[in-house]
């Protein structure tokens, strides 16, 4: 199936830098929503996104809705060690047979040092 | 947010077994659940979308004789991996939303690894 490409695929940063990451699709979304999974667990939602050029923020996370509707970056700001985990992207749109349907990136691994 | 568990959080079957896994929403009606599966360092793959009383709905490739699906509550669907092989084997999540179409949030359950020998 499709997925979205998704950069970096993964990342090694010392605790307090910035970290970004980004989605891109060569199909438009209605919907942009950025999940963190920790080992063996499943995706919890950080943010979603919801129009295009929107910019929301869940304290230290920031994400934007790309105005072409075929991207999204998320950001985290002075990063600590529970930052860890594989962050993925995933892109939903409202209308066709995908309707309701979530396409994934193939996510970032973030990897933090004290 | 809203709750949803799986069971079991891990199983170990011999080739050419049946294994049933459990998706309940707890605090909320899932009139749309969603099966995934994702392989070691993979995204997660969608097989399939169940609404509450109706046939899953499952995407290209993914046979439906094999992954069983029945939602036949509003908080609870099952998927069955008949015959397992060990090419089975891998990390099967559920989401559940509130909405139809599944387009409201999903909410993801912790997932099942199954391990086929």
């Known amino acids: 199936g499709q997925q979205l490409n998704q950069n970096p695929q993964s990342m090694f940063i010392q605790e307090g830098e910035d970290v970004s990451m980004n989605c891109t699709s060569s199909?438009?979304?209605?919907?942009w929503l950025w999940y963190k999974q920790d080992p063996g667990e499943g995706p919890v939602l950080l943010i979603a996104?919801?129009?295009?050029?929107e910019l929301t923020s869940n304290g230290r996370l920031t994400a934007q809705f790309g105005i072409t509707r075929k991207d999204s970056f998320l950001n985290i700001s002075a990063s600590i060690p529970s930052d860890v985990g594989i962050y993925f992207c995933?892109?939903?749109?409202?209308?066709?047979?995908?309707?309701?349907?979530?396409?994934f990136g193939q996510g970032t691994i973030l990897t933090v040092h004290p | 947010g809203a709750v949803v568990s799986q069971h079991p959080s891990r199983v170990i079957c011999k080739s050419g077994t049946s294994v049933k896994i459990e998706c309940r929403s707890l605090d909320f009606q899932a009139t749309t659940m969603f099966w995934y599966r994702q392989f070691p360092k993979q995204s997660l793959m969608l097989m399939a979308t169940s609404n509450e009383g109706s046939k899953a709905t499952y995407e290209q490739g993914v046979e439906k004789d094999k992954f069983l699906i029945n939602h036949a509550s509003l908080t609870l669907s099952t998927l069955t991996v008949t015959s397992a092989h060990p090419e089975d084997s891998s990390f099967y999540i559920c989401?559940?939303?509130?909405?139809?179409?599944?387009?409201?949030?999903?909410?993801f359950g912790p997932g099942t690894r199954l391990t086929v020998l």
């Open positions: 199909s438009i979304f209605n919907t």
């Open positions: 996104l919801y129009k295009a050029g």
């Open positions: 995933a892109g939903q749109r409202a209308g066709g047979t995908s309707y309701g349907k979530l396409t």
């Open positions: 989401s559940a939303s509130p909405d139809v179409k599944g387009t409201d949030t999903q909410y």
